[in-house]
């Protein structure tokens, strides 16, 4: 099985050392690892010449300055399927992967019972690292699986029932699994909704999803805002992209809060969210099931 990791990046170079050192360090190092630069020139000088896997650095544009993280991904796992990849191995640029995490989605893609899923594996999310920055050998040890997913037992798989569950932090699928599902839809740009959306792609696709035992990710610290105000333009805007795909909204309790705050309002006549304060006599339609990133 030729397998490649894709990453998408834009800053966060510390993060992307570490996890390419991750990488190095496991029981099984990918053939190929393809880091998509979103308006980066800079980041190919970070990752370290010679090391295994080497790396393969792909520009993105930016477009209207935002992050365009469906795309980037669409591109990675283009550039990974040209170059003959049957297991795409997507990590997000804070991830560190553990040890076995490689070797373990190829495992579960090679049984032929698991071959159409999505798989995810557990991450676990690092407190502020200290003044020698974190031990590849100490991560287990740092932080517990994030409680809102299933964390299988190393060597064992949960089969999921509920795909807004599904995240791109850490995922794998094999190259008919990728086509069977679609790319992601490159209407999305900026934060929040897109791998949502994917997890919705998937269960129309009768694709399964995987939680993988054995296969941990370890999230690195950096500062965030709950709710992220400074997203609130880009969840709004995906959000409505979202609901004219499938119908409903995403990212409500984010949503909820915003309007609590009176950020944002529901506009009854037009059926959407906006932003501002609420008008006197509005109101706002029950929240969706809350969907958790990062």
């Given amino acids: 099985m030729r397998t490649a990791v894709i990453t998408l990046a834009a800053g966060r170079h510390d993060h992307l050392r570490r996890q390419q050192a991750g990488l190095a360090a496991g029981t099984r190092q990918p053939d190929e690892y ?13 990752l370290e010449r010679g090391r295994t896997p080497p ?33 795409l191995v997507f990590l997000d640029v804070d991830c560190v992967p553990g040890e076995r995490l490689v070797e373990r989605y190829e495992e ?11 798989l995810c594996g557990t ?38 029932t509920d795909h807004t569950l599904f995240w791109s932090l850490s995922f794998a699928l094999t190259a008919d699994t990728w086509h069977a599902v679609g790319g992601f839809c490159e209407r999305y740009e900026g934060y929040g ?13 009768g694709v399964r999803l995987l939680w993988t035992g054995g296969a941990p990710a370890f999230h690195q610290y950096h500062p965030v805002s709950r ?3 400074g997203h609130l333009h880009d969840i709004l805007r995906n959000a409505a992209v979202f609901h004219g795909r499938w119908g409903w909204w995403p990212m409500g309790d984010w949503l909820a ?34 969907t958790v990133l990062d």
Avoid at 62 to 78: E, F, I
Avoid at 109 to 117: E, I, L, T
Avoid at 148 to 159: F, M, Q, W, Y
Avoid at 193 to 205: L, P
């Fill in 227 to 229: 709710p992220p105000v």
């Fill in 34 to 46: 393809v880091v998509v630069a979103m308006d980066d020139p800079g980041l190919a000088s970070v």
């Fill in 123 to 160: 991450v676990a999310y690092l407190p502020p690292p200290g003044p020698l920055g974190y031990r590849l050998d100490s991560l287990a040890t740092l932080a517990d699986p994030h409680p809102g997913r299933p964390d299988p037992p190393p060597g064992e798989t949960v089969e999921g």
């Fill in 108 to 118: 579960t893609a090679g049984d032929p019972a698991h071959r159409r899923s999505l």
């Fill in 257 to 290: 809060e915003f309007a609590a705050r009176g950020l944002i309002h529901w506009n009854g006549p037009d059926a959407r969210w906006e932003a501002g304060a609420a008008p006197a006599e509005a109101t706002a339609p029950d929240p969706a099931e809350p």
């Fill in 193 to 205: 909704g897109e791998d949502t959306d994917y997890g919705q792609q998937a269960r129309a696709a």
């Fill in 55 to 87: 790396a393969t650095v792909l520009d993105c544009a930016v477009r209207d300055g935002n992050l365009p993280l469906a795309r980037a991904r669409n591109l990675g796992a283009a550039h990974a399927l040209e170059n003959g990849a049957d297991l």
